[in-house]
């Protein structure tokens, strides 16, 4: 193989995948689409909201199981298994994610469409929990959401690769600990809380306390220079100076470390690196954004010319009965 085609996030865009995949020059071979010199890498959260998602999951799994593709586990496939997952005799909950309102929202197009074949949905979930947490190749490293050196190092030590140990995705679910750490870094992303307990309503309606931040500024001073995600800042709060409390909660990837392939964070617009060394997959599919790819070869800055991306297909997110 000569090279990486980098696939941001599905959620559930089977035929907008189709469209990529294609242009990208991969081909139907015996239920599994293959490139002749080239191997697709999923940035995770395959699952939830779009119309398509069994579809979606039979496509990237038969890849990923016939070694034309690989994959890293996104924050929505560890929702999904938290959600399905029943916690243990002597905790205070019944599953590992709670079964309320907004919980129930994000995972119901996907218990919907798994309603009928709930043998399958089963297997998937054993699946989701040997997915790797992070892949690291000798010139790039993938994570959905967030590249911890310090928690990596600590799971290469302690030899864990995914969420295949019991104890692991129960402790998983305790706030705070080591556990909790991995999967809230790793597949949610690095945030501040809201400066004397504000509160912000988000575009998808939801009530938020904090918002996801940048893990790469360099001198940030205010809460603008650090915000990353489609909701802006209230402008009271976005030109706030930043205490330096705040300051050291911040994550920094360096600009001398290997080229990092994200999804997770909705971005818009014409796709193009976030810095010469970070890239954003996810563009924002299944809200009539697009389907984005990056074909990774050896080069050490990343290239905007080397983005491929397709419309989203209106079979993936028009409401059923429109």
């Not at 030899?159 to 019991?166: C, I, Q």
Request: some cysteine; hydrophobic content about 35%.
């Amino acid at each position: 193989m000569s090279g990486y085609d980098l696939i941001g996030d599905v959620h559930g865009c089977a035929q907008s995948l189709k469209h990529l995949l294609n242009k990208l020059g991969y081909r139907l071979d015996n239920g599994c689409y293959r490139h002749p010199q080239r191997t697709a890498i999923f940035i995770g959260d395959i699952v939830d909201r779009g119309n398509n998602i069994r579809e979606s999951l039979q496509l990237v799994r038969a890849m990923v199981d016939g070694n034309s593709a690989q994959i890293v586990i996104g924050n929505h496939e560890y929702n999904a298994l938290a959600y399905c997952t029943k916690a243990r005799a002597d905790s205070d909950r019944n599953f590992l994610r709670e079964h309320n309102e907004r919980h129930e929202s994000q995972i119901r197009e996907t218990l919907v469409q798994f309603a009928a074949y709930s043998e399958e949905w089963q297997s998937y979930l054993e699946w989701f929990r040997q997915l790797p947490l992070f892949l690291e190749f000798e010139n790039f490293r993938v994570v959905h959401a967030c590249w911890d050196q310090n928690l990596i190092d600590q799971l290469k030590q302690q030899g864990v690769a995914n969420l295949s140990d019991d104890k692991f995705i129960h402790k998983s679910a305790e706030r705070g600990c080591f556990q909790w750490q991995v999967v809230d870094r790793l597949l949610r992303g690095t945030y501040l809380p809201l400066p004397n307990n504000e509160v912000m309503l988000s575009q998808d309606g939801y009530r938020r306390h904090v918002y996801r931040t940048k893990f790469w500024s360099l001198n940030p001073e205010t809460h603008q220079d650090v915000v990353f995600q489609p909701d802006p800042l209230p402008a009271h709060i976005a030109g706030m100076e930043l205490t330096e409390r705040e300051k050291a909660r911040l994550l920094h990837y360096g600009e001398e470390q290997l080229p990092l392939f994200i999804g997770h964070y909705w971005q818009e617009g014409r796709p193009v690196p976030i810095r010469g060394n970070i890239a954003c997959l996810d563009y924002s599919a299944v809200k009539n954004g697009a389907l984005v790819a990056y074909r990774m070869d050896q080069e050490k800055q990343l290239d905007p010319n080397k983005y491929v991306w397709v419309d989203v297909d209106p079979a993936d997110v028009t409401p059923l009965g429109d």
